[in-house]
């Protein structure tokens, strides 16, 4: 098993990869756009390694939609990444089950990356406009969101950005942070295209991931 420490945050230099997880999750992506997963189906090798322990570097957040995949977007294999989704990606200090599984990924399978994954055409995004017509569950829920910015595909991103700023308010995240172990990453899958956007932080704008490497 790859030892998912080999180069942690401080010491990778490469700003595309501030850690090996990245690196795999986006070699991963690459795979997934040329349509060619090494991810066949079950195989007894990597599954006898995998058994008994398990060493994800990586959680993702995802969306409830059915037309996003991260297992398959990232072409990982079992035991890679821990995937939650909710309807709008959110990440809410209210829900158990999120702040559960968070909390887990981070202090116990120490993930090296936590990736907030929208989608386009998300329809979370868009009934954010609209909460006063949908049922009460769904209303109560989506009513943690907020539609920000001047066009659909803006407020699909901000709401990406809106949950990476409540994962840097929760102190358990901060604490990782501030240790250097953790890295918070923003992305939007385009459903049409397979491109992958990917907000860097450092130029506050979203620039799509290279397909070819
Ligand atoms: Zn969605």
Redesign the pocket.
Known sequence: MPDKNRNCYNNYMEPNYPNEGMRQLLDGYRHFFKGNSPRKGFCALHAEQIAHTQNPHSMVIS?F?SRVCPEAIFATNDGHICVHRNM?NQVDTRDVSMMASLQFAVESLRVQNIVVLG?SN???VAKLKMLDKLPAAISAWLGGGKYRGDSYEQAIKNNVLDQLARLREIAFVQQALAQGKLNLEGMVFHIDTGRLERFDARQNGWNFVETEE
Do not use: E
């Open positions: 969306c939609d709008l989608h998300c329809n979370a």
